[in-house]
């Protein structure tokens, strides 16, 4: 031991600390002119740590920042290859590595877990193909259906600009000017808008996404995560006080499982429906197949089981495990590709986009983002690039008739869509649509208690919006089932009788 009661490395009870430049310290205090100071710019191991302090933070994702994470694994337990050609799902027993993150949507990182709100649910699956991301939530469906609107949307669920707080009347009176919002709204404020903790939820992709077989055939698909633990939700004390007493309680719960060995699993299923289906869905409901706000009946697609998703190691550091974890809807596998849905062409590339801003322009070269397949192209450079995956190539550019260098393989290549006479326009995507029948029909499954507590939360938060705002938000609840909107009616304090009468001035 030296003076100062620390070990100096020599005797070998303990490895020597180094600057990460690799120079053994000797000691670490800072070096002054005297024992009172002044400090010496010559202190490069200070100045080093206080550099690299000053940089430990990334910036938090936009949404989802606050989230909690794991790693396991993907089994096939149904060979579904006559639907799709990935090389992940054909073949039952076979096993893909998976890293999935969960979260909270928006909140800040310091949010609390137990809140109301949607909850995200991403796996990143390392098949012998490339990553494949599952990008989704614990709800099927989403606030809007077009792109436009998310950003916007986004801002509602934020804090106001000028008073830092998050505002109820700038919530809803978004929610009041986009009736596509209503079902996802009703999810919201329903029992399931407070998981007890990220094991007893479902995932959904949400997005309608396609599969592709070896023959060239294209099939319509979503994706569905069935908790094995089974759904648990808290009421609005229950989450109260759990908050109180500890904000992390999702986190807890989802380590303290994995570390005692009570592997948290999914069953993973999917949806299916060809293009002649889709046609006919249209035209029987009015509903397009690829609406983002809207679910494919399971009687008419029924749920096919393919997998499970088990959880089974903890990340060793959060910050480059989970973190650092980068999930994007365009990261697709042969077999597995996009749709129409807007909402989703929109996210392939946003999520990308803001990996490259948040994490750095090369964060596919992390070792949690790296797939575990060989990387053939001919990206070059930018912050964070190792070569690690081009450093034999000859060539940083193609088409090139250099030797043994990467070139497309036409195996790969996804059948042509045919989108007919499509007309391009901006075409309004609020107008005809029926956004209060599948709403309608969520409320009328509920037994009359759980409409009860639907109405008490939504009129808690609605009450603080103004006059006009709740007026307009009470007639998408009376669109989608009289007696919502009569129960949220009444909570807010209206008389019936003359709440009809303003009602039609205002739908007038």
Known sequence: ????????????????????DGRPIGRQQAMTAGPRGPLLMQDVELLEQMQHFNRERIPERVVHAKGSGAFGTFTVTRDISEHTKADLLGKVGKKTDIVMRFSTVAGERGAADAERDVRGFSIKFYTDEGNWDMVGNNTPVFFVRDPYKFANFIHTQKRDPKTNLRDMDMQWDFWSQSPESLHQVTILFSDRGRPVGYRHINGYGSHTYSFINDRGERVWCKFHFKTDQGIKNLMDDEGDTLIGANRESSQ???FDAIEKGDFPSWTMKVQLMTQAQADGFEKSTGWNPFDLTKVWPHAEFPLIEVGKVELNRNPDNYHAEIEQASFSPSAFVPGIGPSPDKMLQARLMSYADAHRHRVG???QQLPVNKPKCPVMHYQRDGQMATADSYKAMTANYYPNTRDAMPKPAEKFHDPAWDLGSAIVDRFDSENDHDDFTQAGNLYRMFDDAERDRLATRIAGVLGQARDQVQMLQLCHFFRADEDYGKRVATKLGFDLNELMERMGAVTT
């Open 1 to 20: 031991m030296n003076g100062n009661g620390q070990g100096n490395g020599n005797d070998g009870s303990c490895p020597v600390m180094t600057t990460a």
């Open 252 to 254: 807890q719960d989802l």
């Open 361 to 363: 322009n090369n964060y």
